[in-house]
Nanobody
Framework: QLHLVESGGGLVQAGGSLRLSCIAS????????MGWFRQVPGKEREFVAT????????IYADFVKGRFTISRDNAKNTVYLQMNSLKPEDTAVYYC?????????????????WGQGTQVTVSS
């Protein structure tokens, strides 16, 4: 089983930036496509971004395009989410996810493994 641990969340003012990290437990991390999702109380977990195992292609949710960037460092078994121009509505628990596929996905049911989440709070 692949274990994922997120970090980098915290409290930031609107317009500020945070960089989330997700480290995987296995060297075979390279063979997994990765995703970031977020969830607020009373709502479904929603897609934020994904990065493919094959070619490093990326897909973003419309509400974060131009503000967030997903990337990965395979040598460190780590995927990142750089979040700029943060808004109060970005406040959520952010989850890292992995799927054993060369293709990323925006669908949460496509993912095999999940981290514990990290809280991001954006104040106004």
């Amino acid at each position: 089983q692949l274990h994922l641990v997120e970090s980098g969340g915290g409290l930031v003012q609107a317009g500020g930036s945070l960089r989330l990290s997700c480290i995987a437990s296995r060297r075979t991390f390279t063979t997994y496509s990765m995703g970031w999702f977020r969830q607020v109380p009373g709502k479904e977990r929603e897609f934020v971004a994904t990065i493919y195992w094959a070619a490093g292609s990326t897909i973003y949710a419309d509400f974060v395009k131009g503000r967030f960037t997903i990337s990965r460092d395979n040598a460190k078994n780590t995927v990142y989410l750089q979040m700029n121009s943060l808004k109060p509505e970005d406040t959520a628990v952010y989850y890292c996810a992995a799927r054993y596929s060369p293709y990323g996905s925006s669908r949460k049911n496509d993912y095999d493994y999940w981290g514990q989440g990290t809280q991001v709070t954006v104040s106004s």
